[in-house]
């Protein structure tokens, strides 16, 4: 099975023992900071809502950014957000980031599509950010079909029709399903307090990084194996689930 994961807006830039792979996209990133770096400073504020220093924090960065970078990290070392929390990817052995490398996939709106290992310069730009490019209005224009057609082939290389999605909606949103042609599992992470399940975003995304982790450290090739998934106290819920939905439900007293 092939897994997805977004990125996260905060990064953990700690140095890591760990060789990295040249992205896939890296021109279209490149391509695309030169587009953000030219924005007016307010303009980029009202890009990504950011206060004036994150703005500023993030007009330097995209200033920075190098066609021969010399300050990068693994992409799944240098997300630090709810999702890879979960994850933790500095605790996977090398067998299992090894394993990870190959199927497991992290979608980027600078990057497009990021290997755990893959050498990332300090950015931010949400998927649903509305920056203009020659293909387009927003990120969504600009990626367009290539992440839909980039997973197929990539799930064809592993011999697997199966693509699990462990990510966000706003950065899902950007893979075309029909140009994808998989399919598609879609977890689902709800908490039970008083006996009504809903969805609660801060855990959900911990919850989605762990079930990435779960894949990974088990080696999973059968979506049906999921239903297995009970870190954090999660437990599967049949009557809740659909063949490509899986619900999982926890306690939260």
């Known amino acids: 099975m092939l897994i997805v994961i977004s990125p996260a807006k905060r990064l953990d830039w700690t140095e890591r023992a760990v060789e990295t792979t040249a992205p896939a996209f890296e021109a279209d990133a490149l391509r695309l900071a030169k587009t953000a770096r030219n924005l007016p400073l307010r303009d980029l504020k009202a890009l990504m809502d950011l206060s004036n220093d994150l703005a500023r924090l993030n007009r330097d960065r995209f200033r920075d950014f190098a066609e021969t970078p010399t300050d990068t990290r693994p992409a799944a070392f240098a997300f630090a957000g709810d999702t890879y929390q979960g994850l933790e990817a500095a605790s996977l052995d090398p067998d299992e980031l090894d394993w990870a490398q190959d199927h497991l996939r992290i979608l980027s709106g600078l990057y497009g599509l990021l290997r755990p290992r893959d050498a990332i310069q300090p950015y931010r730009l949400e998927m649903g950010s509305r920056l203009r490019t020659r293909r387009g209005k927003s990120l969504y224009d600009y990626w367009r079909d290539t992440l839909a057609k ?23 949103g950007a893979v075309p399903l029909k140009a994808l042609n998989l399919r598609v599992v879609t977890p689902h992470f709800m908490e039970d307090k008083g006996g009504t399940p809903k969805v609660v975003s801060f855990y959900a995304k911990r919850a989605r990084g762990a079930m990435a982790r779960f894949i990974v450290q088990n080696r999973l090739t059968d979506p049906e194996a999921l239903r297995d998934f009970d870190a954090g106290g999660y437990e599967w819920r049949p009557d809740l689930s659909e063949p490509d939905r899986p619900v999982f439900v926890r306690d939260a007293g």
């Open 150 to 172: 980039a997973l197929r082939a990539e799930a064809e290389a592993l011999g697997t029709d199966t693509l699990i999605n462990c990510a966000s909606q706003e950065y899902f």
